[in-house]
Structure formats: structure tokens, C-alpha cells
Nanobody
Framework: QVQLVESGGGLVQPGGSLRLSCAASISTFSFSVMGWYRQTPGKQRELVAQISSGGVTNYAGSVKGRFTISRDSAKNTMYLQMGSLQPGDTAVYYC??????????WGQGTQVAVSS
């Protein structure tokens, strides 16, 4: 069974940085695309950033230039480096991984809170 485990969330002041990690229980080569999503109460889960197996990245407009997604296949881990954090970035952040036969897996989520 595939497991994704997020870590790195927490409370940070506006303008600060955090790095989220998503550790997979299998090789990340198994996934055609991995991504980070976020969700706030009462709203739909939204895509934050994606990275393909070939390293092509895609970002939501609201985080472009502030967040960087990456993956380390040797460690079976994906990262989200978040900078210039704003209160609007407060959310539960979820890791997602999709295979090339469209199976999708989710982590349990990690809370990010941006507040002074």
C-alpha cells in the first residue's frame, strides 16, 4: 500500500519561510506527477504546485515566485520550499502522487499557519 507522509508544517510569521516534505513509501519513479495542494475550511482543495517525473513544474499564480517544488528520487521525497509567506497561505497542505495509470494517492496533510 502506498503511503505519503507530510512533515514540516507549523506556525510562521508573515514574510517567513517553511519547507514541507512528502516522504513516499515507494520509489517516486513510480509516479508520473507529484504535487502539493492546500485546503482551508469551507473551500475546495486547490493545486499549489506540481512536478512531473521529468522535472517539469507548474505553480498556482498566487505562489509563483515564492514557492519552489522539487523531488529527490534518491530519498523518495518531494519538497515544497515556501518563502515570503502571507496569511493567505494559511491552510492544510496535502501531498499528492499520481501514477501513469491515473491512480492517485494523498497524504494526511500538514497544517501551515501564517500569523503574527
Amino acid at each position: 500500500q502506498v503511503q505519503l507522509v507530510e512533515s514540516g508544517g507549523g506556525l510562521v510569521q508573515p514574510g517567513g519561510s517553511l519547507r514541507l516534505s512528502c516522504a513516499a513509501s515507494i520509489s517516486t519513479f513510480s509516479f508520473s506527477v507529484m504535487g502539493w495542494y492546500r485546503q482551508t475550511p469551507g473551500k475546495q482543495r486547490e493545486l499549489v504546485a506540481q512536478i512531473s517525473s521529468g522535472g517539469v513544474t507548474n505553480y498556482a499564480g498566487s505562489v509563483k515566485g515564492r514557492f519552489t517544488i522539487s523531488r529527490d528520487s534518491a530519498k523518495n521525497t518531494m519538497y515544497l520550499q515556501m518563502g515570503s509567506l502571507q496569511p493567505g497561505d494559511t491552510a492544510v497542505y496535502y501531498c499528492n502522487a499520481k501514477t501513469n495509470i491515473n491512480r492517485s494517492y494523498w497524504g494526511q496533510g500538514t497544517q501551515v499557519a501564517v500569523s503574527s
